[in-house]
Nanobody, 125 residues
Framework: QQQLVESGGGLVQAGGSLRLACRAS????????MGWFRQAPGKEREFVQA????????DYADSVKGRFNISRDNTKNTVYLQMGSLKPEDTARYYC??????????????????WGQGTQVTVSL
């Protein structure tokens, strides 16, 4: 059974940092593109950042450029999202997603088959 479990969320002051982790099980992690999405109350789920299966290419939303960084460790079946210079507008529930590599843009949520339950990130002033 494929499963994604996020961790690392919490409450942080503006300007602070957090590192989210998503551990995958039940799938061949090395052939999966991995993405992070987020959803704030009353808003649609939006793309944050993603990393292709080979770890060589990433994509990111303009809103997190220069502040967030995604990485993966295939030996641990884990993808990370290092978040820095956090802003109150980054407050959301963050979801990890996985899909078998398929060549489509990694920013499209509908192309992902597996999703985690999410982890809450709250940034205070």
């Amino acid at each position: 059974q494929q499963q994604l479990v996020e961790s690392g969320g919490g409450l942080v002051q503006a300007g602070g940092s957090l590192r989210l982790a998503c551990r995958a099980s039940g799938l061949t992690f090395s052939i999966y593109d991995m993405g992070w999405f987020r959803q704030a109350p009353g808003k649609e789920r939006e793309f944050v950042q993603a990393i292709y299966w080979d770890g060589r290419r990433t994509d990111y939303a303009d809103s997190v450029k220069g502040r967030f960084n995604i990485s993966r460790d295939n030996t641990k079946n884990t993808v990370y999202l290092q978040m820095g210079s956090l802003k109150p507008e980054d407050t959301a529930r963050y979801y990890c997603a996985a899909r078998v590599r398929n060549g489509q843009p990694v920013s499209v949520a509908g192309t992902y088959r597996h999703w985690g339950q999410g982890t809450q990130v709250t940034v205070s002033l």
